[in-house]
């Protein structure tokens, strides 16, 4: 093996360590959940609130995305209808703050439902650094016809307090599992709620 491949390894090998890191104790922990079982604080979407005693998905992605994005906002719709009525939000962060504009934003969340928010960082270095704070990536590949932004697919679940409390890594999801965790988590967290 030349030392340019060596390299190349090396470096995705130490990639891949740095985003499973901070869910190594969900892999570690059997929670009995579907999800990647967390407990962290998550970064605030500056005018952006949870539901007080629900939850909100938290979803990383741009809306001229050809690959993952529509799949996950299939399932987010989906999980939409199947949790009607309970207090849980769907939240489409823009990672193309530049192309997507607030009204475009606005009427992609009013299609896909009232439980839908959309939420548009300043530009893309700040939806990048607020990414990567929910250990997701994103890297606009310049000089490609769309200037495409590669990205994570992960669907993150937080509290009211923006505690993150699940995540879901791929767009192949179980629903019916999915709503299992949710219904659990709203349970749980209904049940240590004061009264």
Not at 13 to 18: D, K, Q, V
Not at 30 to 52: I, V
Not at 89 to 95: A, G, K, P, Q, S
Request: proline residues 6%.
């Amino acid at each position: 093996m030349n030392r340019q491949t060596t390299s190349i390894l090396l470096f995705a090998a130490a990639f891949l360590l740095a985003i499973a890191l901070p869910v190594m104790p969900s892999l570690l922990n059997h929670s009995g959940f579907y999800g990647m079982a967390l407990d962290e604080p998550g970064e605030r979407l500056n005018d952006y609130q949870p539901p007080r005693n629900g939850l909100a998905f938290i979803f990383f992605g741009y809306r001229q995305c050809g690959t993952v994005c529509p799949a996950q906002l299939v399932n987010l719709l989906e999980l939409s209808q199947r949790l009607k009525g309970a207090d849980v939000e769907f939240v489409f962060v823009t990672l193309d703050p530049e192309n997507d504009g607030p009204e475009a934003l606005d009427q992609t969340a009013v299609s896909l439902g009232e439980a839908f928010r959309a939420y548009r960082p300043e530009n893309h270095r700040a939806a990048q650094k607020l990414a990567s704070a929910y250990n997701d990536f994103a890297v606009k590949q310049v000089g490609t016809t769309k200037d495409l932004i590669a990205h994570s697919a992960n669907l993150h679940v937080v509290t009211g307090d923006f505690r993150r409390r699940l995540v879901y890594t791929t767009p192949d999801l179980n629903l019916e599992l999915v709503e299992q965790d949710i219904r659990r988590l709203l349970k749980e967290s209904n049940s240590e709620s004061p009264i």
